[in-house]
């Protein structure tokens, strides 16, 4: 009956966070507006900024920031034992990612739909936002270049997804060809989850492959090359051809799928074969603080999603209101997402003794995506009874998918960084966004093939690097919109008390790392480290100048 317990308690947990937290943060916070006219009306070009029916936009938002992080570090994080990957994630959805979400939508919305790293000139000053857009640049390199790897290596390995991840992207121009032409929502709701469900089932049956050689690289390779061509073709659509119908179409099959998985656990009501607290930990293993907090960022808190946020969500949101239910609602989605996967990794659906738990995580950063589909594949049958091919298939669709829009809107966010570069150094050519995307895409490949070779890995050379960048990424968010709430005379303790934390945390983990790949001489990651934290370190010294020099002038009268 634990993993009940462990669904109750979180999603109880989460429940209160929508319904009482985000409202008190709507109102007596950031104070939404729902007669402000949102850039998506002020800027409309019907490419990036459009007026989005927030349903829809909850599912691009969703599916954009979730990616198959929140899947894979709690599956990861569950190493440590079930008790603290719970805590973190209900805490972390709660009262970090439901804020921080949030606050960067309403923060870019309240400023013309700019990025988080643009919008830092504008609340801190002008270094701020160099500072930044290196920190924003290096974590969508290491997403677009990972998850290009992830999705190609699920490929290759569960090759019975390909042909509804494919399939997906059909249905999606369809759909946005119809929602642009206000068909009914609830109607294309139905016809789309049905149409990538009978997709599934085919891919169970009918699995592609493509061959081990071709053109001189490997299957993994060749995947590789054709993801990257199709994302950067998406990137350059307008957002409402496929991206948003996308999106909402993926949100759409999250919900059915974590429908299926919640109510499996209830069905079935299986043991939990993980430790609360696993006392088996090796000696050389990582030190549950601060490592927790970086391993599970998707699914408490993540700087990936301000940029989303900041990026595309901001610039489509409809009315001010819909903020809260597009940001608050879509961090619950991906913990919830990332609770059930705890769930799943810890139960007796993956390993039905503790020994035989013990044995699957035996060593740190052993388990994964394959992990979550395995055990949650197993849970859907126990529960259901739906044949273990074709629950396999599903889950392995979902991640695929996930990770695939993540990476879709990955490209386009990389694409705006550099026109941003372009217009910040006045670089004609780089303010075009075919040459904008050819550059992005350019740089995730170089680095995918030059420091990997033909197999097309480099990104996981960096990828260490990811957790604690991301979180700092965080932090520094977290900063900018603090600094703008103690600029409008607001309460900024309830940005400021998580910022503080997940600061520490991340910045711990850096320092951890650093020494670690110093001593063992790893001069790529010490260097990569080193500009992370000394620019994160300027930017919150730049903030407090502001913050102090605002104090003063205002005689030190509003409270933090």
Same mark, same amino acid.
């Given at each position: 009956m634990q993993s009940v317990m462990i669904v109750v308690l979180g999603l109880a947990g989460m429940a209160f966070g929508w319904f009482v937290y985000s409202r008190f943060i709507a109102t007596k916070i950031y104070r939404l507006d729902p007669d402000f006219v949102t850039p998506a009306h002020e800027f409309r070009d019907d490419v990036d900024y459009v007026p989005t029916n927030k349903y829809v936009l909850w599912g691009h938002h969703f599916t954009s920031i979730a990616g198959a992080a929140p899947i894979v570090g709690p599956a990861i994080a569950v190493y440590w034992g079930w008790v603290p990957a719970v805590l973190w994630v209900t805490l972390g959805t709660i009262f970090f990612a439901g804020v921080h979400d949030f606050g960067a939508i309403w923060a870019s919305a309240r400023n013309k739909g700019k990025s988080i790293g643009a919008l830092s000139e504008e609340v801190v000053g002008k270094r701020t936002r160099a500072l930044f857009m290196i920190v924003i640049f290096l974590v969508l390199l290491m997403v677009n270049a990972v998850f290009g790897v992830v999705i190609a290596g699920l490929f290759v390995d569960t090759s019975s997804a390909?042909?509804?991840?494919?399939?997906?992207?059909?249905?999606?121009?369809?759909?946005?060809?119809?929602?642009?032409?206000?068909?009914?929502?609830?109607?294309?709701?139905?016809? &789309?989850?049905?149409?990538?469900?009978?997709?599934?089932? /085919?891919? $169970?049956?009918?699995? !592609?492959? *493509? @061959? %081990?050689?071709?053109?001189?690289?490997?299957?993994?390779?060749?995947?590789?090359?054709?993801?990257?061509?199709?994302?950067?073709?998406?990137?350059?659509?307008?957002?409402?051809?496929?991206?948003?119908?996308?999106?909402?179409?993926? &949100?759409?099959?999250?919900?059915?799928?974590?429908?299926? /998985?919640? $109510?499996?656990?209830? !069905?079935? *009501? @299986? %043991?939990?074969?993980?430790?609360?607290?696993?006392?088996?930990?090796?000696?050389?293993s990582p030190s549950l603080v601060p490592l927790l907090f970086v391993t599970i960022a998707c699914g408490a808190v993540s700087g990936f999603h301000g940029i989303v946020s900041s990026g595309t969500t901001s610039k489509q949101l409809d009315k001010e209101t819909d903020a809260r239910f597009v940001g608050y609602l879509g961090a619950i989605g991906e913990g919830s997402l990332a609770l059930i996967t705890i769930v799943a990794v810890s139960g007796a659906a993956l390993a039905a003794t503790p020994e035989l738990w013990h044995a699957l995580y035996e060593q740190y950063g052993e388990a994964g995506a394959a992990t979550f589909v395995q055990g949650g594949a197993q849970l859907i049958q126990d529960g259901w009874g739906i044949p273990l091919a074709v629950s396999t298939t599903l889950l392995a669709t979902m991640v695929v998918l996930f990770a695939a829009t993540t990476m879709d809107t990955g490209v386009r966010l990389q694409r705006y960084i550099i026109q941003e570069w372009g217009e910040i150094y006045g670089i004609a050519l780089l303010k075009n966004s075919i040459v904008a995307t050819l550059v992005a895409v350019g740089c995730c490949l170089f680095l995918a093939f030059g420091a990997g070779g033909a197999s097309g890995s480099g990104g996981l050379v960096i990828w260490p690097l990811f957790g604690s960048t991301n979180q700092i990424l965080a932090g520094l968010t977290l900063l900018v919109i603090s600094v703008m709430l103690i600029k409008l005379g607001r309460p900024a303790r309830y940005t400021l008390i998580p910022m503080t934390f997940v600061m520490i945390t991340s910045a711990w983990a850096a320092l951890l790392k650093l020494i670690e790949w110093y001593q063992a001489g790893n001069w790529l990651l010490v260097a990569i480290d080193l500009v992370v934290l000394v620019t994160s370190l300027l930017v919150i010294l730049e903030a407090a100048s502001v913050i102090a020099r605002y104090r003063r002038a205002n005689y030190a009268s509003e409270p933090l």
């Open positions: 390909v042909f509804p991840a494919w399939s997906a992207i059909a249905v999606a121009l369809i759909i946005g060809q119809l929602l642009h032409r206000n068909f009914n929502l609830t109607v294309l709701s139905v016809l &789309g989850v049905a149409a990538l469900y009978a997709s599934i089932y /085919l891919g $169970s049956i009918m699995p !592609i492959e *493509l @061959p %081990d050689q071709m053109l001189g690289l490997g299957a993994n390779a060749n995947w590789l090359i054709i993801l990257f061509v199709y994302a950067a073709i998406a990137s350059m659509l307008p957002i409402w051809v496929l991206l948003q119908p996308r999106d909402f179409i993926n &949100g759409m099959q999250l919900i059915v799928g974590l429908v299926l /998985l919640y $109510s499996a656990v209830l !069905i079935s *009501l @299986p %043991d939990i074969s993980a430790p609360a607290f696993n006392s088996q930990v090796g000696v050389d």
